[in-house]
Nanobody, 115 residues
């Protein structure tokens, strides 16, 4: 079992930055990949960025050059640095962890970007 907890969301103005954190606990040593997804109001959940233990990263086209995913192995934490935020980035941001062929999701953290 892996527990995933997100934090760091909030209300910011367009052009500002936020850093989201995702802490994994439990059987976190078995995690093969972690990722960030988001769900805007009335829309489906979509990929934002993913990170594998081999160091590979993947980003949605809409966030390339503005967002960066990173990991602190000692803290079992993955971060999402979000720069130059836009109103269309407003969403609930979810973190997940892939471990032992299962996908574990956090409860989400709200990010709201005002214009």
């Amino acid at each position: 079992q892996v527990q995933v907890v997100e934090s760091g969301g909030g209300l910011v103005q367009a052009g500002e930055s936020l850093r989201l954190s995702c802490a994994a606990s439990g059987s976190s040593f078995s995690i093969k990949a972690m990722g960030w997804y988001r769900q805007p109001p009335g829309k489906q959940r979509e990929l934002v960025a993913t990170f594998t233990i081999s160091g590979n990263t993947n980003y949605a086209d809409s966030v390339k050059g503005r967002f960066a995913i990173s990991r602190d192995n000692a803290k079992n934490t993955v971060y999402l640095q979000m720069n130059d935020l836009k109103p269309e980035d407003s969403a609930v941001y979810y973190c997940n962890a892939f471990s032992s062929s299962r996908l574990y999701w956090g409860q989400g953290t709200q990010v709201t970007v005002s214009s």
